[in-house]
């Protein structure tokens, strides 16, 4: 939810028009802009209008935090391909529903099925070539299931070309980052494209070595030994993955 949305909702909750919601803070069209995300308000002129219409700051910004907690929340499910979590959401969150929808698919590596529409709007918030922030990244790692094969090659050709611009001293992007990664290589693996699945795999293992990217680290080794037909080795990976709480991250992965 953006400031925007949650101003309609707090004006539509008092009944007023958006000339009385802003009357005397700022002009009626750039609030009208406000509310469709079309421009940004400064905290100063939003806290004057909520105070005018005796509305709470807490209660304002109170859905911001059970958004981040949410979000945190698929972040972690999406690391630990924690479908039930997910399913969970879908559930109790409705505002969720469609997001853990695509989600689940790209987990799955599977095509997520929604409106032409939908899809676009979705996609629309996050198709910024060349801006690898964090964000972007996480968005990309768990919206990944609306792109075809070739619109993923674009975009992770494009995240390969600015790695350099991304942060991998910080943690979560490094996550974010290993996530791409590691859910572009099940997509080529599954179409057989072994060629470019090895290329991904050495772009994972040349990112740094950071304990919370070991997971995504053995993830590449897996797909590795798969290609090799190493057995052996494939049997060591696959029990380091039991013992390290990964059962049903392993569930999802290719037997061969």
Known sequence: MTIG??????????N???????????TESFYSRVENGKSEINIDDLLAILKQNHVSVRDFFSVFDQ????YHCIRSAISNHNIALLKKVQIDQPIFEVEATVIIATLLNKKVHLSDTTRRKIKSNFDRLGEWDETALWNMAGFMSLYDTNELKI?????????????????????????????????????????????????????????????SKLVAIYYLTLINHDQKRLKLITEVLQKNGYSNYLAWLPKR
């Open 16 to 26: 007023l028009t958006q000339a009385e919601m802003c009357a005397g803070v700022v």
């Open 155 to 215: 975009l992770v050709v494009d995240i390969v070309k600015n790695k350099n611009n991304i942060n991998l001293n910080d943690s979560s992007t490094l996550v974010a980052l290993a996530n791409v990664m590691v859910s572009y290589l099940g997509r080529l693996y599954l179409e057989e494209d072994f060629g470019a699945v090895l290329e991904i795999i050495h772009f994972i293992k040349e990112l740094p070595t950071n304990p919370v990217i070991m997971f």
């Open 67 to 70: 958004s981040m907690h949410q």
């Open 5 to 14: 949305e949650r101003l309609k909702e707090i004006r539509d909750s008092l």
